[in-house]
């Protein structure tokens, strides 16, 4: 009799591209995110290489990103002194 129960729970792991660490879907389990199995990057890494492709909406390069998109610097420190409460 076939066990079908056990190939389910398995999960397929892959190699980072960037950092060469082990990584699957259960990695992605905790952040907004999901894995590439065609270019698989870990969760970190993944974001990462998002934000260095990306630019504020002022025209620098992005080095955050938040809910509403990738920010700078500059625009990030602007955006968390709104949620700053003294």
Known sequence: MWDNNSSDEEQEEFECLDC?????EADFEAVDDELNQQVPRCPDCQSSH?????????????????DSGFICDDCHDHYVSGYIRD
């Open 50 to 66: 998002r934000i260095s492709h990306a630019t504020c909406d002022c025209g620098e390069p992005a080095s955050h990103e938040v």
């Open 20 to 24: 060469g660490c082990t990584t699957s």
